[in-house]
């Protein structure tokens, strides 16, 4: 039997005492003559994937044993960097004398050189392991007769030399794309030539485009995803439907923002003969038509997840099925999968079930309606019962609505009981006008419609994975890792600032250590606290600052084929089943279900199929996610700064929002935008900047500026190349 590259590492970790020859290896691990050469290139493979590392007498050895980190590079526009460990380790320090050679975005190794204390560890990348970019996205800069290209992600501090003869007749202060050529050394920029021109990018839908090639987001299918997806009928068959638990019958409904057009999911709560609540969840049935191994399945991998900008969606599968056969329109029959939960009066769950079934949505229901249908305290106490309005609308709805508020309500009770973590923290919601440029940002309504849906959402959420758990299948998990050790006392310090006390274990306290939340676990930090410090602090002045500094100390959920729990939420059992038209999760989630879902035995192929493809389906569906977030995040702040264009030497009231050494940043109360006072023009003081809780204060004048404190600020200048508002004190 050959051997395996986890038998490999876990021999290099527990047994080998140093770095090892080839010979030596071969030597140590029995390999039989006719498996060295299979044996040799896996080693390799190995090197080229950093997992171990080859030094000098062609020997071979592990990077934590030899003070080595792999890792990805994190540019910052000053020059300097950090790599970020894959093992979730410390990040490490690069300074920009050694940051010559690398881009942002490249897979490193490099070797921690110092540590100084109460400082980050800094060291020297000594191999690059992989590029993170082919191609750049910038704008062009012509010089007689050569140009650059100046990328927009300004993490990237290198401006791409471009030989005219490669310029592709791109004019100055155009949008490019350039392939890299040759990649920077210590004294040369790295070279490349344009391989499109894109436009100027003053063009709203030129800007988008450029926010979609610097991420790499796949925004065409290929012809062979589009041919599959043509071929799916619009119509459902009668055979289709034959051996589906028919709902047809029943009051369902969607509830969605105004501007969504694919409905992952439509709900329905019933009163039980014995006063209990029966939660429908019921849910697109993507799998169905999404089959594994198509082309349609392999784009929808690739992508990982929809990407949604104010003013489109990038879909993760084709227009045919997210906005067609598998959104759940009113008044069409649609396939499902659904979960049915029962509840008691207190929330606990008592039983659950899960089916194939065919429904037709009775209505599509916004955030809006049902919140204005909620008004009211009970449905008999409206005077406008079974009249005009919304109320009138959807009269023979109302009861229905009510029941759901009412499980809500018992829903939000048992989980904060639980210790669940509640930000409420608000997103900004953009309008743009008709030529897609920004007339007003506000901050995003969160009624008791949303949270009706995010309630029902998370029970359906959890039932799933408590039924994958029970089962002692592989399956994947949405995961929330407790915080660092570190970083619960160093928030703990923080807030006793403020005069608040987070109770944290004796343990942790003791030993600057914890064990993660975990099934069972009674010794670690329970979320809980957290949730006891945002109540108390909820209304006053400091609210904002905590609940900011409080979120930046969690870790960042992920897909995981190892279920540790979500912090968050405080759920021993989390997964993500409820979206399967915009998260490649949801479908795996889906199609494991059906896998399992009301068999006694399930092949043990199929299972050791899921073992062995689902830690790269987390892996990669993470990596999607974060990519989406990052490339929505950078809309949000083009369409904030050219909302401010026109705005210089506007007076405004606002909040601190968050403050560094380099100045603090300021949300306005007026409209929902953000800036930054540098430090620079604050010319009344010499300010110092203090880590402890987040302030800066004048040496002289004794002025302290800190999160949530009020402010009057002036704006000065707008950067649409920098994504950057400057504001200055009135």
Not at 4 to 9: L, P, R
Not at 122 to 151: C, D, M, N, Q, W
Not at 207 to 216: A, D, G, P
Not at 294 to 306: P, V, W
């Amino acid at each position: 039997m050959k051997i395996t590259t986890d038998e490999i590492i876990k021999f290099m970790r527990e047994s080998a005492s140093r770095p090892l020859t080839m010979r030596e290896f071969i030597r140590e691990l029995n390999i039989p003559t006719e498996e060295r050469n299979s044996f040799r290139r896996l080693i390799r493979e190995l090197v080229r994937e950093g997992n171990i590392v080859k030094i000098k007498g062609e020997r071979y050895g592990l990077p934590e044993k030899m003070n080595l980190v792999t890792g990805i590079v994190h540019g910052h526009p000053d020059g300097y960097g950090f790599v970020i460990p894959e093992d979730s380790k410390e990040d490490v320090y690069i300074n920009p004398r050694n940051m010559r050679e690398v881009m942002h975005g490249d897979r490193v190794v490099c070797r921690v050189e110092s540590v100084r204390k109460g400082m980050k560890k800094e060291g020297r990348v000594i191999r690059i392991l992989e590029r993170g970019h082919k191609t750049i996205v910038g704008i062009y800069e012509p010089s007689g007769h050569f140009g650059f290209a100046i990328p927009s992600e300004r993490k990237i501090i290198h401006d791409i030399y471009i030989p005219l003869k490669y310029s592709n007749k791109a004019k100055r202060g155009q949008a490019v794309v350039a392939e890299i050529t040759a990649y920077p050394t210590k004294d040369r920029n790295p070279e490349g030539r344009i391989i499109e021109v894109l436009g100027y990018p003053d063009n709203p839908d030129i800007e988008i485009e450029m926010v979609i090639r610097k991420y790499e987001i796949p925004s065409q299918f290929p012809a062979v995803v589009l041919s599959e997806a043509e071929d799916i009928s619009q119509e459902i068959a009668g055979d289709e439907i034959m051996g589906r638990l028919d709902l047809r019958d029943k009051n369902i409904v969607t509830i969605d923002g105004e501007r969504a057009k694919d409905f992952d999911d439509a709900v329905l709560v019933e009163r039980l003969d014995n006063g209990n609540y029966l939660l429908g969840v019921h849910v697109a049935d993507v799998s169905h038509y999404v089959k594994e191994g198509s082309h349609l399945d392999a784009e929808a991998f690739k992508r990982g997840t929809s990407v949604y900008f104010p003013d489109r969606v990038i879909p993760m599968l084709p227009f045919q099925l997210s906005n067609e056969i598998c959104s759940l329109k009113p008044k069409i029959d649609r396939l499902t999968m659904s979960v049915f939960m029962e509840f008691n009066r207190g929330g606990e769950l008592l039983d659950y079930r899960f089916a194939r079934t065919v429904i037709n949505s009775k209505e599509r229901m916004t955030y809006t309606d049902v919140a204005d249908i909620l008004k009211d305290p009970s449905p008999e106490s409206s005077p406008h019962r079974g009249e005009g309005g919304v109320r009138g609308r959807y009269s023979y709805l109302l009861n229905d609505f009510y029941l759901m508020k009412d499980l809500c309500d018992v829903l939000r009770n048992k989980r904060a009981e639980r210790g669940s973590i509640d930000f409420d923290l608000p997103e900004p919601d953009i309008i743009l006008d008709l030529r897609g440029k920004p007339e007003s940002i506000i901050k995003a309504e969160r009624n008791i419609a949303h949270k009706i849906i995010e309630e029902f959402m998370l029970a359906a959420n959890e039932a799933v994975a408590t039924y994958f758990m029970k089962l002692e299948i592989p399956a994947i998990y949405r995961i929330h890792e407790e915080p660092d050790t570190e970083k619960i006392l160093e928030f703990s310090e923080f807030v006793s600032n403020f005069g608040y006390y987070l109770k944290i274990p004796r343990p942790i306290h003791r030993m600057g250590a914890s064990p993660p939340f975990k099934k069972g676990d009674k010794g670690g930090f329970h979320p809980k606290k957290f949730q006891e410090l945002l109540n108390e602090i909820k209304g006053k002045p400091e609210e904002m600052l905590i609940s900011t500094i409080c979120l930046r100390h969690m870790k960042q959920a992920r897909y995981s084929s190892e279920n540790v729990g979500h912090f968050g939420l405080a759920f021993e059992n989390y997964t993500h089943f409820t979206s399967p038209i915009r998260r490649y999760a949801d479908l795996i989630v889906h199609r494991l279900l059906k896998d399992v879902m009301g068999k006694r035995h399930v092949i043990k192929k199929r299972l050791s199929v899921w073992e062995e493809k689902l830690p790269e389906i987390a892996r990669q569906t993470s990596e999607r996610e974060r990519v989406a977030d990052d490339a929505e995040e950078d809309i949000v702040k083009l369409k904030r700064v050219q909302f401010m264009m026109d705005r210089i030497g506007d007076k405004y009231e606002g909040i601190i929002s968050g403050v560094t050494a380099f100045g603090i940043f300021v949300e306005l109360e007026e409209i929902f935008v953000e800036g930054l006072i540098h430090v620079s023009s604050m010319s009344d003081d010499y300010y110092t900047f203090n880590e402890k809780d987040h302030s800066l204060a004048g040496r002289r004048r004794k002025k302290r500026f800190r999160i949530g404190d009020r402010v009057k600020v002036k704006v000065e200048n707008v950067s649409i190349e920098k994504r950057q508002i400057d504001f200055v004190l009135t």
